[in-house]
């Protein structure tokens, strides 16, 4: 079977190609709003609103004329650009109607014009000749762009749909689309585990392992409020004000390096020693009303960890359970089922009234989370229908017992 997976890696550019890397995000940059602009001005008109195959025929007439500096990058960046102030504009016009039919709840808004003041942004080609070396990539006009990691971009045996040069911090990235094949994964992890996502540490399974957050976020996080503060007292357009940006956006990216570098560690390892995963179906966007829980939910991006889990699953033929999501996995009893009434998120351990068990908050949650996995998975499947969940579910009853 064929997939198409995604490969991003950092590039290592000398000047020129720098310049030329600026010059083409910049021309993405132009295209998108300028054809944001005609787009929405003929909407305004009660005209006909402009197609990306329009514009594109539109934007080469004024290529002839007042945009002659666009021959200096590759058709491709504008191009891509127009089409996806389509997407921006269907998906805008798609969500509205759907509100309206009452089947969406979030936020609609109009697509923006790009700010060269809040990212360089990127560039995509679809079309040209796309080659990956071990040590290099080429692109059209910008000729062989050395990688910072070698041997990572597949070589061979895959069909490369895309690629998209972006800029983040100061660093720049590449990233490839391809079609492969998928590799048949080879299982031999038999174990099961229940997992309890959390504020106070990323993650906690039932079988006692815990995957913290890292301490270097915490830390990173204090010196972001210091920053930020700093930042804000600098006058608007100043040379030091852009200084200060330079240096949050340098930290902002870092924070983000080091979150997804746990989600990757976390997930990995979960999917590729566990046969059956259980957790909780997170209602993500419902906990971020909460406020005090708001900023802590973010920082652990569990809508990011879910992702992660679903597709590493697929690689590692792990079977991924979500339990029912008003199921009260920390306030039940995982020795006697007993449920409290009320357990404040400040107790992080409790002695059951019933059975007078000392539970850990997190690993009880995990312990059933794990149980109720099961069960779940017995409805869903029918219980004699498979060998496999009997023997897995003796293996929860001997972890629960432990
Ligand atoms: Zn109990």
Redesign the pocket.
Known sequence: MKITRGYKTELALNNKQRTACLQHAGAARFAYNWALNRKSEAYKKGEKVPTAIDLHRELNQLKQTELSWMYGVSKCAPQEALRHVDKAYDNFFRKVKLRKQGKFKGKVGFPKFKKKSKGIGSFRFTTGAIKVFPDAIQLPRLGELRLKEHDYLPTSGVHILSATVSEQAGHWFVSIQVEEERQEPAKTATTAIGIDLGITTLATCSDGVEFPNPRSLKHKLKKLKRLQRVHSRKQKGSKNREKSRKKLAVLHARIAHIRKDSIHKFTTHVCKNHAHIGIEDLYVAGMLKNHHLAQAIADTSMGEVKRHLTYKAEKFATRIVQIDRFYPSSKT?S??Q?VLDELSLSIRSWQ?P??H?WHERDLNAAKNILAVSFLERLNACGAASSGLVATLSETSRVEART
């Open positions: 009893c020795a006697c007993f059951c019933n059975c068990t």
